[in-house]
């Protein structure tokens, strides 16, 4: 009797009008209740061997706690002077130690249900005390899921130049399922956009680094062609200043007497020596 077994099993029992219970049904005695019972049958063995033979319908009636007094002083009155006869007093102590019995295996059967009712109660509140503890930690992860939430929307809703929105003040209601499926889900949509953002990031990488390598190669190009161009104009300018330095020369040795033509001597000489400070370069 007990255990995990006796949890779900129905136990229907009836009562007489002196609220003692009669008969049980559903209810299966442990053996240490069997034998208890096994050795209160002993004893009254012996005394039930001298009753008569009628007294084999006595257990099946199951005599109140009056009957056996009652029966005594009827006996005695009705028999009047006599004294009663030895199948009497036998058949009196056997209903005797029937009700004895009976009432000894009504003690064990109340203690038995009494330790099942204690069992199933300790039982049914323990299950009562983990079910409140669960749901008061699911409660409290959810009131810290909800407070993380809302400091989260409120730094990303304050002002940068104000003193910011309290956005906590009225936040939204949020609902945070209890099983785990929602957490994997939401670490797998989580890694799905930090694989996307990875992606992104080296494909803007790569761009920029190409858009790096077309700038140093017009920059080299534009380099080289001003470097060109430079030298080109230094070679064109020392040209003409060296055709210009040979200018004179040249006109000299192809008109010798053009500076006869000058009236003045004096600037005659001056246009020589000029001539030759020239040539002399």
Known sequence: MGGSESTGRKVSFGMDEEERVRVLRGVRLSDEVVNRMKDSDLPSKDQSTSAASGTASAPAAFPSKAGPSASHPASTSTGGAHKPTAAGVGQQYAE?????RYEREQAIIQEELARLAKRERESAHEKLSASILREKNSTNQERRKAEHLCACVGSQRKKPGGRGSL????????????????????????EAELQRLNTFYREQLSSIEKKNLEIYRLTAEQYHTAATNAELRVSYAHGMEHSKAQKPLALWEINPFRTAQVGDPHLRRNHVRTLREEVAK
């Open 167 to 190: 956005a906590c003040r009225y936040p939204e209601p949020v609902q945070f399922p209890a099983d785990r499926g929602y957490q994997a889900k939401e670490l797998e949509q989580k």
């Open 96 to 100: 005797e130690d029937l009700y004895r």
